[in-house]
């Protein structure tokens, strides 16, 4: 069970989402405050320093997306999850572009939802520095030396393929968009079909000839994701 010390503020309008999550976060732990709206949800930061934020895209005061720019222009640097229907897949990439740490779509399950949230309350701690070694199942980085290894066996990357697993390892488990993985390796300039390609070549370098990738899978119509730390 979590720290019951960790406050989540949820900021979405609609009385059953609101009231899920109090009774499903709350029983793993987390003590919880919500808004209905954006004002509400200004006021509620303010007051109960919270230290992650559940945001609804929909609210009747103020576009999710506004907020959040907002809140990130204030140097706000609470991990912020976006709520989200499967279907808005532009507004989950301009809410992740404009930072946002991740998003889970409605309907969502509570364990999924609590998995991202201990990612990125993880990473929040992570930030000040890079891991010097990333381990996940049999994958293992070092990103001092850049030797990346499979099963013990040390895999060759091109310099492009470093550049795209770094990027990944630095934001384990959460997803990083198309755009922002061009802008990192290429700085924005490149197509994303040339990235699909990359990535398809590290899969087949890191998954040893696995159909059903295990490290990087794909966010669809948004970007990718790898395989959290163990």
Not at 65 to 77: F, M, Q, S, T, V
Not at 140 to 167: F, H, M, N, Q, T
């Amino acid at each position: 069970m979590t720290n019951p010390s960790v406050k989540i503020l949820v900021v979405d309008d609609e009385p059953p989402i609101r009231k899920l999550l109090r009774v499903g976060l709350t029983a793993e732990g987390y003590a919880i405050v919500d808004a209905t709206n954006a004002a509400g949800a200004m006021a509620r930061l303010e007051a109960e320093k919270p230290d992650l934020i559940l945001l609804d895209l929909g609210l009747p005061d103020m576009q999710g997306h506004d907020l959040l720019a907002k809140w990130r222009h204030d140097l706000i640097e609470l991990p912020i999850i976006i709520l989200s229907s499967r279907t808005d897949e532009a507004g989950i990439v301009k809410a992740l572009e404009l930072g946002a740490d991740d998003y889970v779509t409605k309907p969502f399950g509570t364990k999924e939802l609590v998995a991202r949230i201990r990612v990125a309350l993880r990473h929040r701690l992570q930030q000040q520095g890079e891991r010097p070694i990333f381990q996940t199942g049999a994958l293992s980085v070092d990103l001092v030396k850049r030797i990346v290894k499979v099963a013990g066996k040390e895999v060759k990357l091109s310099p492009k393929e470093y550049d795209i697993l770094r990027v990944f390892v630095q934001h384990a488990g959460k997803v990083i968009t198309h755009q922002h993985l061009l802008k990192e390796v290429w700085g924005g300039s490149t197509d994303v079909q040339y990235l699909r390609v990359y990535v398809r070549q590290l899969r087949q370098k890191l998954e040893l000839g696995s159909n059903d990738p295990q490290y990087i899978t794909t966010e669809t119509g948004v970007g990718y994701r790898l395989r959290e730390a163990e």
